[in-house]
Nanobody, 115 residues
Framework: QVQLVESGGGLVQAGGSLKLSCAASGIFFRVYGLGWYRQAVGKQRELVARITSGGSTNYADSVKGRFTISRDNAKNTVYLQMNSLKPEDTAVYYC?????????WGQGTPVTVSS
């Protein structure tokens, strides 16, 4: 059974930092592309950051220079370090793992940035 479990969300003041984690089980983690997405109230889910199996990354323009995605294949975990948070970063953040054999999502972790 595949599981992606996010953690690390919470309430933070503008300018603060949070680090999200997503622990995966039931997949051959190292071959999967991994991503963080977010969905704010009343908006569509959007890509925040992605990292390939080879470690290449790309980011949404809105988070470039503030967020960093990384992966630890030994721990089957993907991270999202979020710095200089803004109220517009408030959303539920979802972890995604995708490969030829599957496309999996976590349950989401909420992030609220107060002004």
């Amino acid at each position: 059974q595949v599981q992606l479990v996010e953690s690390g969300g919470g309430l933070v003041q503008a300018g603060g930092s949070l680090k999200l984690s997503c622990a995966a089980s039931g997949i051959f983690f190292r071959v999967y592309g991994l991503g963080w997405y977010r969905q704010a109230v009343g908006k569509q889910r959007e890509l925040v950051a992605r990292i390939t199996s080879g470690g290449s990354t790309n980011y949404a323009d809105s988070v470039k220079g503030r967020f960093t995605i990384s992966r630890d294949n030994a721990k089957n975990t993907v991270y999202l370090q979020m710095n200089s948070l803004k109220p517009e970063d408030t959303a539920v953040y979802y972890c995604n793992a995708i490969w030829a054999s599957g496309d999996y999502w976590g349950q989401g972790t909420p992030v609220t940035v107060s002004s």
